[in-house]
């Protein structure tokens, strides 16, 4: 009896999901409700999880709950620890969802809503979910090695390689791509650049609280950073309209990179507890409690989408970046659908807390549909707005026009209505000077957000939502900046320590010095970079960082492809096959078009060729010309990158593959590293008991 | 009910992580001749928010 509920249960989900996604797909007419979205994405979630997952787990990996995880073999009381499972899901669900999943969709919105929407559904469930489950499953069967291990001890060395470069060129153009999403959001914005700058010393203050004042008491120290950030937000439109203090927070895009390049390299070498870890605490309960918030207010206010369900712009000539639907609305949305960075998080620190083999399908699955769910609530802040409205502020003044009637003629001229006093008016009532061409990704998110909470709780509030959301997305940016910027430190003294001894030291100052330098000024190169295009660097940044982060997803799924070959259980090799064909096919003609193509938008070397030839023609205007020559060399570096990562992520296939071949001509390749069997303890008292 | 709540809160925040320590010190490590004093909460979380902050802890 109680199993026919079941089953009628699941099958209403079933039902309900589907007639969700029919409505979301099939719809033509004037708008449709972002309710349908959350529902779809609910009900897709609830059958995922319940049903593939559990068939993941139990068939494919076969989960043993009596097996005893390195956490429990090897407890140190530090590095490995039994954890409960909501606080390990905690920790890896922090550690995951930065601001990918919001800019992702954001950018990717000028697709229409649909695209983005099935992606971010279909992606993380069969594919991004998936990754992140198995590798957390391979890597606590071998004693929470990390990816590049992996690689190396069940591929090969040239596997392992280049899991490694790959991963630090992604945190490289990754932090410089974040670096420009924030500056784009300061950019003669006093009220927003005070609210950031504020952050800083409020970390502090929360950092030596929680070392000095009372050591240890986190929610206090959280509960004063949340107020005094709260009070930041508020401060911040009080410098806005003062006469004296104004002038000293409204500056141009350069100044401000230059002032986040010199934090970036203060919050490398700055001992962790008075910046970086206070700032992640702060960060994790501000994503937590602006997320629950948008969802509420949503699930309140049901709010219509007006973003059409496919725009004219799949066919490549989108303003925010240039590229056909297929492939750049994959490699757009990278986090929140697949994100080859999670197999970073899932080997490493995540398996090491695992109390219970168990806990794995929650976590590592679970963990990623929430994540994909935060893409899918960043979908509907984009296309709640009008569309001219959202194009007006993603369009670079490059592509629309600096000057704002031009921009709403240009945008008009796509169908997109907008005038230029509405957009006077929503710049004044999100208390800025003008909201044109704020690229990025953050601004239309925050302008977005607050319309969704200005209407769910009270429109009189709007500039201090509008700064609210702008702070809320600075703060976790930074947190990735600063903790990245010093993992990739870390990376390069780990490879230094190879040649010299002393540089690889973790603690001598010259090394952490010069190792720090080279970091920064690797993102830096590219912030700055993108700053000074006039075509908004977002559209060559993000591509080459999503190509980037879907090569290291592909790796990933070729270590478990392989493992799963090597361990006898071809017919089900599929799981992770199919979306590692499937993310080979997007990366590899994303990089084409990339390299190749003989569009100025799209194409790396056909924008350097242009650009020369109008440099040499002298068409260029001033202010153009001046910096025309690094970006043709920047065009070209890009487009080497570009191909270097392909190259790596072929290598690494076509190394899969002769492995597997090896294997099931029964040759003789790497064995299994898998830790052997050990009855879990834990489990036998809790059976006793 | 809101006391369960709490404590639940307070473990997955790590609020409580230095009472787990001590629970922990006091179960496995009875004091014995040779097994070191329970850290203070001082050194207990300096150790823990270093050890936290090896190797890759953020995503995009």
Known sequence: MNQHIKTILWIAVAMLGAFAVAGIALNRGESINALWLITAAVCIYAIAYRFYAAWIAAKVLVIDETRATPAERLDNGRDFVPTNKWVVFGHHFAAIAGPGPLIGPTLAAQFGYLPGTLWILIGAVLGGAVQDMVTLFFSTRRNGRSLGQMARDEIGMVGGSAALIGTFLIMIILIAVLGLVVVNAMKHSPWATSTVAATIPIAMIVGVYMRNIRPGRVLEASIIGVVLLLLSVVLGGWVDHHETLRPLFDHDGLPLAYAIILYGFAAAVLPVWLLLAPRDYLSTFMKLGTIILLAVAIVILRPEIHMPAVTQFVDGTGPIFGGKLFPFVFITIACGAISGFHALIASGTTPKLLGNERDIRMIGYGGMLLESFVAIMAMIAATVLDPGVFFAINSPAGVVGKEAVDAVAKINSWGFAVTVEQMQQLASDMGETTLFSRTGGAPSLAVGMASIFGSAFGKELLALWYHFAIMFEAIFILTTLDAGTRVGRFMLQDLLGNFNKKLGETSYTPSVILTSSIVVAGWGYFLYIGVIDPNGGVNILWPLFGIANQMLAAIALCVATGILVKSGKLRYAWVTGVPLVWLVTITTTAAYEKIFSADVRVGFFAAANDMSAKLAAGLLPADKAAVAQQLIFNQHLDAYLTLFFIVVLWVVILDMVRLCLRYLGGKPVLKLSEVPHEPSRLVENWVRD | ?60
């Open chain 2, 1 to 60: 009910m809101f006391k369960k709540l709490w404590c639940f809160v307070r473990h997955v925040s790590g609020d409580d992580a230095y009472e787990q320590y001590l629970k922990h010190h006091a179960e496995f490590h009875q004091a014995t001749v040779d097994t070191p004093p329970a850290l203070s909460r001082k050194a207990f979380f300096k150790l823990w928010q270093d050890s936290k902050w090896k190797g890759i802890n953020r995503c995009c």
